[in-house]
């Protein structure tokens, strides 16, 4: 789970600070201790955290919460872009 947060961070090119920045503003306030915990396994994300997530990284908020694999979260995407450009 950690893993999946680190990798969206770092596509989104955000720092640590910057994304507990942009979950603050979404709602979600947390300092970037906690995103850190959250990359290296001590604490879990949480769902309010990965609804947030889905919003800005584009991901099902379910894969930040490890319910979906890889495969399954890239098939939910592309349904999405399809659904989106009728």
């Not at 950690?2 to 920045?21: F, N, P, W, Y």
Request: glycine share 6%.
């Amino acid at each position: 789970m950690g893993k999946r947060l680190k990798a969206a961070r770092e596509e989104m090119k955000l720092t640590q600070v910057q994304l507990a920045e942009a979950l603050s503003r979404n709602g979600v306030p947390l300092s970037d201790s906690t995103i850190g915990m959250y990359e290296n396994g001590k604490r879990r994300v949480t769902y309010d955290v990965a609804v947030v997530l889905e919003r800005l990284h584009g991901r099902p908020a379910a894969y930040y919460l490890a319910l979906l694999s890889e495969d399954e979260a890239a098939g939910i995407e592309a349904q999405r872009k399809v659904r989106w450009k009728k």
